[in-house]
């Protein structure tokens, strides 16, 4: 399995939310990567902390789809490693990443019986999730106090807005010239008001606490506003819809949602971003695009395999401490390696692996196996 893809041209989906963020990095001029059609990565994600740190992240450690409906290319990375990520970089020594990797195995493998069994890995699967929340949680208290200056304990819209705003060079004077003359703009704010407003738990007051604000920049761990953010990949979903060009692998009834009972068909889950082939290289990405998705939709979200994906069922897949979905994943993570076919996975194999599970390929695995044990 190969993990590096090609640099194809940008094809982000077309729906209003994401669009409405992409919009907002070019209207503050915020330099924006281009990345693959199908996954974002953890290297091109990096921004300026400080200059962002108030507005809703795009990737969320730990969920499957990004909020703009891409699948998450790191996933099994960051719920195998959690934050524990020093020593798998690129650059990193091979003899010392071989053993943390061989550390890591020893504390997935609880019964110590040398082989990781699904229960083990679901486990596993859930403390590292719950550690991405953590620092979530971490972090916001940090971006809390950003935007609550006189540490009252509540933030309105208009005092988050200047706020975020002025960290991007305007001042309170400039925000509503800025907002009057720039239609995109205020496009932008208006689909954040929406999200702000979600976040505001009864008895609405439009003043968000802490831990509101914490539903406001990370949705997957409040269940209301996991199914704001459901509704709003759906949507956007089927706005992409129809695709420039349809897989040629796929033989499937193209069944666009007509009637608007907001559920997903599997050729609009895989429906490709409005663009172009460019040349080969672009081909392969479209074709990995289609292939991923379909795989995806087939084996984890689509529950009940009726061809149908509902907001219940995508908010189950898209729920980060899902215990059910959490064992689906460490069953499909072992299966990827396990290449007796024991439903186990032993040392060699997660050598042998390594790229998946760490981002880092390791090689002379066998011969790893017994130096470090």
């Not at 990095?25 to 400080?50: F, I, K, Q, W, Y």
């Not at 650059?91 to 082989?115: G, N, Q, W, Y």
């Not at 706020?163 to 907002?179: C, M, N, Q, T, Y």
Request: one cysteine or more.
């Amino acid at each position: 399995m190969v993990f590096s893809w090609p640099k194809p041209r940008r094809a982000p989906l077309c729906g209003l939310a994401p669009r409405c963020l992409w919009l907002l990095g070019m209207v503050l001029l915020v330099d924006v990567s281009a990345r693959p059609a199908n996954h974002s990565s953890a290297r091109e994600r990096a921004t300026n902390r400080e200059q962002n740190e108030i507005l809703p992240p795009d990737h969320l450690n730990g969920v499957k789809l990004e909020m703009d409906g891409h699948l998450n290319k790191d996933f099994h990375q960051e719920v195998f490693l959690g934050k524990d990520v020093d020593g798998f970089e690129e650059d990193a020594e091979p003899r010392r990443s071989r053993r943390k990797l061989m550390v890591i195995f020893s504390k997935v493998d609880v019964d110590t019986d040398r082989r990781i069994s699904a229960k083990e890995m679901q486990r596993w699967i859930m403390e590292k999730t719950a550690e991405h929340f953590q620092e979530a949680v971490k972090e916001n208290r940090v971006h809390f106090r950003a935007v609550d200056p006189d540490g009252d304990g509540r933030v309105s819209w208009d005092e988050y807005k200047v706020k975020f705003l002025a960290s991007k060079g305007h001042d309170e004077r400039e925000v509503a010239d800025a907002i009057r003359n720039n239609a995109e703009l205020k496009e932008v704010l208006e689909n954040l008001k929406d999200r702000w407003y979600q976040a505001d738990n009864p008895p609405a007051d439009l003043l968000l606490t802490e831990d509101e604000f914490l539903s406001f920049l990370h949705p997957e761990h409040s269940r209301g506003m996991l199914k704001f953010m459901v509704k709003e990949i759906v949507r956007d979903l089927g706005e992409a819809w129809p695709p420039a060009r349809f897989g040629r692998t796929l033989t499937c009834r193209m069944t666009f949602d007509q009637d608007g009972d907001k559920q997903l068909s599997l050729p609009e889950f895989v429906s490709l971003p409005v663009g172009t082939v460019e040349n080969q290289q672009g081909q392969d990405v479209d074709d990995s695009w289609v292939r991923d998705r379909r795989k995806e939709f087939e084996e984890l979200i689509d529950s009940n395999h009726d061809g149908i994906v509902t907001p219940e069922e995508l908010e189950n897949y898209m729920d980060p401490m899902n215990e059910f979905n959490a064992l689906n994943e460490a069953k499909q993570m072992i299966a990827i390696a396990d290449e007796n076919q024991n439903h186990h996975l032993e040392p060699e194999e997660v050598l042998k692996y390594s790229e998946f599970f760490t981002g880092s390929k390791l090689m002379d695995y066998a011969r790893s196996v017994h130096e470090e044990f």
